[in-house]
Protein backbone atom coordinates (compact mmCIF):
# COMPACT_ATOMS: atom_id res chain seq x y z
CA UNK A 1 0.00 0.00 0.00
CA UNK A 2 1.46 3.20 -0.85
CA UNK A 3 1.62 5.76 1.81
CA UNK A 4 -0.20 8.61 -0.44
CA UNK A 5 -3.44 7.76 -2.89
CA UNK A 6 -4.27 10.10 -5.48
CA UNK A 7 -6.98 8.94 -7.64
CA UNK A 8 -4.77 9.82 -11.51
CA UNK A 9 -7.73 11.36 -13.47
CA UNK A 10 -7.78 12.22 -15.30
CA UNK A 11 -10.94 14.83 -14.75
CA UNK A 12 -12.39 16.81 -17.12
CA UNK A 13 -14.93 19.57 -16.37
CA UNK A 14 -16.54 22.73 -17.83
CA UNK A 15 -15.50 26.02 -16.45
CA UNK A 16 -16.74 27.53 -13.43
CA UNK A 17 -17.78 24.04 -12.18
CA UNK A 18 -16.46 23.16 -8.58
CA UNK A 19 -13.52 20.99 -8.60
CA UNK A 20 -13.03 18.08 -5.79
CA UNK A 21 -9.52 16.71 -5.41
CA UNK A 22 -8.55 14.57 -2.35
CA UNK A 23 -5.90 12.21 -1.36
CA UNK A 24 -6.26 9.73 1.42
CA UNK A 25 -2.75 8.72 3.77
CA UNK A 26 -1.91 5.87 5.77
CA UNK A 27 1.07 7.23 7.84
CA UNK A 28 -0.17 8.76 10.88
CA UNK A 29 2.82 10.86 11.36
CA UNK A 30 2.34 13.22 8.78
CA UNK A 31 1.41 16.79 10.09
CA UNK A 32 1.85 19.01 6.94
CA UNK A 33 -0.19 18.79 4.04
CA UNK A 34 0.52 20.74 0.94
CA UNK A 35 -1.51 20.83 -2.59
CA UNK A 36 0.79 21.53 -5.64
CA UNK A 37 -0.09 22.43 -9.13
CA UNK A 38 2.77 21.03 -11.86
CA UNK A 39 2.18 22.58 -15.56
CA UNK A 40 3.44 20.22 -18.50
CA UNK A 41 7.09 20.54 -18.31
CA UNK A 42 7.35 22.40 -15.43
CA UNK A 43 8.28 22.07 -11.47
CA UNK A 44 5.38 22.10 -8.71
CA UNK A 45 4.08 25.28 -7.70
CA UNK A 46 2.75 25.73 -3.97
CA UNK A 47 -0.82 26.40 -3.85
CA UNK A 48 -1.80 25.63 -0.64
CA UNK A 49 -0.42 24.20 2.99
CA UNK A 50 -2.24 23.21 6.05
CA UNK A 51 -0.37 22.26 9.22
CA UNK A 52 -2.85 19.39 11.40
CA UNK A 53 -6.29 18.96 10.65
CA UNK A 54 -8.20 22.15 10.09
CA UNK A 55 -9.45 24.29 6.70
CA UNK A 56 -7.93 26.85 4.60
CA UNK A 57 -8.96 29.64 2.12
CA UNK A 58 -7.14 31.51 -0.31
CA UNK A 59 -8.95 33.07 -3.06
CA UNK A 60 -10.82 30.39 -5.51
CA UNK A 61 -9.12 27.77 -3.41
CA UNK A 62 -10.06 25.65 -0.37
CA UNK A 63 -8.10 23.15 1.35
CA UNK A 64 -9.41 20.61 4.33
CA UNK A 65 -7.63 18.26 6.21
CA UNK A 66 -9.21 15.45 7.90
CA UNK A 67 -6.45 13.74 10.24
CA UNK A 68 -9.06 11.51 11.84
CA UNK A 69 -10.06 9.80 8.60
CA UNK A 70 -6.54 10.30 7.17
CA UNK A 71 -8.37 12.31 4.39
CA UNK A 72 -7.27 15.81 2.66
CA UNK A 73 -9.15 17.14 -0.30
CA UNK A 74 -8.35 20.92 -2.32
CA UNK A 75 -11.59 22.56 -3.75
CA UNK A 76 -11.50 24.81 -6.64
CA UNK A 77 -14.38 27.64 -7.26
CA UNK A 78 -15.39 29.06 -10.35
CA UNK A 79 -12.78 27.05 -12.29
CA UNK A 80 -11.15 28.28 -14.68
CA UNK A 81 -9.22 26.93 -18.71
CA UNK A 82 -5.57 28.17 -16.60
CA UNK A 83 -6.23 25.85 -14.28
CA UNK A 84 -5.90 23.13 -16.07
CA UNK A 85 -2.49 21.34 -14.95
CA UNK A 86 -1.92 18.26 -12.63
CA UNK A 87 -2.28 18.90 -8.85
CA UNK A 88 -0.52 16.60 -6.52
CA UNK A 89 -0.81 16.23 -2.76
CA UNK A 90 2.39 16.48 -0.60
CA UNK A 91 2.62 15.40 3.27
CA UNK A 92 6.00 15.58 5.33
CA UNK A 93 5.83 14.20 9.06
CA UNK A 94 7.98 17.09 10.39
CA UNK A 95 8.28 21.12 10.03
CA UNK A 96 7.93 21.23 6.14
CA UNK A 97 10.70 22.48 4.69
CA UNK A 98 13.67 20.13 6.28
CA UNK A 99 11.26 17.02 5.79
CA UNK A 100 11.01 14.99 2.80
CA UNK A 101 7.65 15.45 1.33
CA UNK A 102 5.62 12.25 -0.01
CA UNK A 103 3.82 13.00 -3.29
CA UNK A 104 0.62 11.73 -4.13
CA UNK A 105 0.61 10.25 -7.72
CA UNK A 106 -1.09 13.70 -9.17
CA UNK A 107 -4.43 14.27 -10.83
CA UNK A 108 -4.62 15.51 -13.96
CA UNK A 109 -7.29 18.21 -14.39
CA UNK A 110 -8.81 19.62 -17.31
CA UNK A 111 -10.83 22.79 -17.49
CA UNK A 112 -13.49 23.06 -20.73
CA UNK A 113 -13.95 26.19 -21.86
CA UNK B 1 8.21 34.77 -2.53
CA UNK B 2 10.99 32.23 -2.65
CA UNK B 3 12.33 31.47 -6.19
CA UNK B 4 14.35 28.23 -7.03
CA UNK B 5 16.43 28.19 -9.98
CA UNK B 6 17.08 25.18 -12.15
CA UNK B 7 19.95 24.80 -14.42
CA UNK B 8 19.71 23.66 -17.44
CA UNK B 9 16.66 22.84 -18.30
CA UNK B 10 17.28 20.18 -20.95
CA UNK B 11 19.95 17.82 -21.78
CA UNK B 12 20.37 15.58 -24.20
CA UNK B 13 23.90 13.27 -24.90
CA UNK B 14 25.22 10.51 -25.18
CA UNK B 15 25.57 7.13 -22.76
CA UNK B 16 28.46 7.05 -21.11
CA UNK B 17 28.63 11.14 -20.72
CA UNK B 18 28.35 13.15 -17.03
CA UNK B 19 25.79 15.33 -16.67
CA UNK B 20 25.60 17.81 -13.80
CA UNK B 21 22.59 19.56 -12.92
CA UNK B 22 22.36 22.90 -10.43
CA UNK B 23 19.74 24.06 -8.15
CA UNK B 24 19.98 27.18 -7.02
CA UNK B 25 17.76 29.84 -4.28
CA UNK B 26 18.04 32.97 -5.38
CA UNK B 27 16.13 34.87 -2.87
CA UNK B 28 16.54 33.05 0.30
CA UNK B 29 19.62 30.50 1.86
CA UNK B 30 18.73 26.95 2.20
CA UNK B 31 20.03 24.66 4.27
CA UNK B 32 19.09 21.85 2.96
CA UNK B 33 18.18 21.19 -0.44
CA UNK B 34 16.08 17.65 -1.93
CA UNK B 35 16.17 16.16 -5.19
CA UNK B 36 13.49 14.56 -6.61
CA UNK B 37 13.02 12.65 -9.98
CA UNK B 38 9.69 12.00 -12.33
CA UNK B 39 9.08 9.81 -14.87
CA UNK B 40 6.30 10.38 -17.43
CA UNK B 41 2.92 10.72 -15.93
CA UNK B 42 3.95 9.69 -12.32
CA UNK B 43 4.69 11.35 -9.20
CA UNK B 44 7.64 12.99 -7.44
CA UNK B 45 10.37 10.82 -5.82
CA UNK B 46 12.74 11.73 -3.36
CA UNK B 47 16.49 10.91 -4.49
CA UNK B 48 18.42 12.20 -1.57
CA UNK B 49 18.38 15.56 0.73
CA UNK B 50 21.27 17.54 0.20
CA UNK B 51 22.89 19.05 3.01
CA UNK B 52 24.91 22.19 2.78
CA UNK B 53 28.49 21.46 4.84
CA UNK B 54 27.62 17.76 4.91
CA UNK B 55 27.06 14.83 3.23
CA UNK B 56 24.20 14.18 1.19
CA UNK B 57 21.67 11.57 2.61
CA UNK B 58 20.03 9.22 -0.02
CA UNK B 59 17.08 7.13 -0.29
CA UNK B 60 17.23 3.73 -0.54
CA UNK B 61 17.71 2.15 -4.00
CA UNK B 62 19.38 5.38 -5.17
CA UNK B 63 22.74 4.80 -5.79
CA UNK B 64 25.09 7.51 -4.22
CA UNK B 65 28.16 6.53 -6.51
CA UNK B 66 26.19 7.35 -9.35
CA UNK B 67 24.15 10.24 -8.41
CA UNK B 68 27.06 12.80 -6.44
CA UNK B 69 25.41 15.51 -4.88
CA UNK B 70 27.15 18.54 -4.03
CA UNK B 71 25.81 21.47 -1.47
CA UNK B 72 28.82 23.83 -1.21
CA UNK B 73 27.57 26.72 -0.46
CA UNK B 74 23.81 28.09 1.14
CA UNK B 75 22.69 29.01 -2.33
CA UNK B 76 23.66 26.02 -4.51
CA UNK B 77 23.33 22.39 -4.57
CA UNK B 78 24.59 20.09 -7.80
CA UNK B 79 23.38 17.00 -8.94
CA UNK B 80 25.83 15.10 -11.23
CA UNK B 81 24.85 11.80 -13.27
CA UNK B 82 28.11 10.09 -13.73
CA UNK B 83 27.85 7.84 -16.86
CA UNK B 84 24.72 8.03 -17.18
CA UNK B 85 22.76 5.65 -19.19
CA UNK B 86 19.55 5.75 -21.19
CA UNK B 87 17.21 4.13 -18.10
CA UNK B 88 18.84 7.57 -16.43
CA UNK B 89 16.28 9.55 -18.97
CA UNK B 90 14.15 11.45 -16.37
CA UNK B 91 12.93 14.70 -15.45
CA UNK B 92 14.96 15.85 -12.04
CA UNK B 93 13.78 18.50 -10.00
CA UNK B 94 15.36 20.32 -6.58
CA UNK B 95 13.27 22.18 -4.20
CA UNK B 96 14.20 24.33 -0.99
CA UNK B 97 12.80 25.93 2.00
CA UNK B 98 14.55 28.93 3.83
CA UNK B 99 13.07 28.27 6.92
CA UNK B 100 12.44 24.89 8.23
CA UNK B 101 8.84 25.42 9.18
CA UNK B 102 7.71 26.72 5.66
CA UNK B 103 7.18 24.94 2.43
CA UNK B 104 9.41 23.84 -0.21
CA UNK B 105 9.69 26.06 -3.46
CA UNK B 106 10.55 23.52 -6.71
CA UNK B 107 12.57 24.24 -9.33
CA UNK B 108 11.97 23.96 -13.08
CA UNK B 109 13.09 20.96 -13.31
CA UNK B 110 15.87 19.39 -15.99
CA UNK B 111 14.82 16.96 -18.47
CA UNK B 112 17.69 14.50 -19.17
CA UNK B 113 17.63 12.47 -22.32
CA UNK B 114 20.49 9.84 -22.90
CA UNK B 115 20.64 8.56 -26.08
Known amino acids: QKEVEQDPGPLSVPEGAIVSLNCTYS??????FMWYRQYSRKGPELLMY????GNKEDGRFTAQVDKSSKYISLFIRDSQPSDSATYLC?????????????FGQGTRLTINP | GAVVSQHPSRVICKSGTSVKIECRSL??????MFWYRQFPKQSLMLMAT?????????EQGVEKDKFLINHASLTLSTLTVTSAHPEDSSFYIC???????????FGDGTRLSIL
Open chain 1, 50 to 53: TYSS
Open chain 2, 50 to 58: SNEGSKATY
Open chain 1, 27 to 32: NSAFQY
Open chain 2, 95 to 105: SASGISNQPQH
Open chain 1, 90 to 102: AMSEGRQGAQKLV
Open chain 2, 27 to 32: DFQATT
